[in-house]
């Protein structure tokens, strides 16, 4: 098993920053990637970002690859989402992800994905 924990949520105003950071704990050796979907009120959770566990490949969303970098910290197993000029339409549950698959099939196993952290809130008032 392997256990994700996020943090990092909070209350931004729109134009500002905000980093989460997942903690991955457990049999790390099976992940393949971490990475990153959000969920807004009332709609599906979708695919933001992710990286390679063992080397530097990532996905980021095109929707959000000028504002969002994803990146991993080797010796804290800790993957971050760095998060720059935030919008309202940012504001969403932030759930981390991990599997034994790449970025890319992240991106395409969406909801199956294996394991996931409990998410943490992310708002930006309008």
């Known amino acids: 098993q392997v256990q994700l924990l996020e943090s990092g949520g909070g209350l931004v105003q729109a134009g500002y920053s905000l980093t989460l950071a997942c903690e991955a704990s457990g049999r790390t050796w099976n992940l393949g990637s971490v990475g990153w979907f959000r969920q807004a009120p009332a709609k599906e959770r979708e695919f933001v970002a992710a990286?390679?566990?063992?080397?530097?490949?990532?996905l980021v969303q095109d929707s959000v690859k000028d504002r969002f970098t994803i990146s991993r910290d080797v010796d804290s197993n800790t993957v971050y989402l760095q998060m720059n000029n935030l919008k309202p339409e940012d504001t969403a549950t932030y759930y981390c992800?991990?599997?034994?698959?790449?970025?890319?099939?992240?991106?395409?196993?969406?909801?199956?994905?294996?394991?996931w952290g409990k998410g943490t809130l992310v708002t930006v008032p309008s």
């Open positions: 990286i390679s566990w063992s080397g530097p490949n990532t």
């Open positions: 992800a991990g599997d034994r698959v790449t970025p890319y099939d992240m991106n395409i196993r969406g909801l199956t994905i294996q394991y």
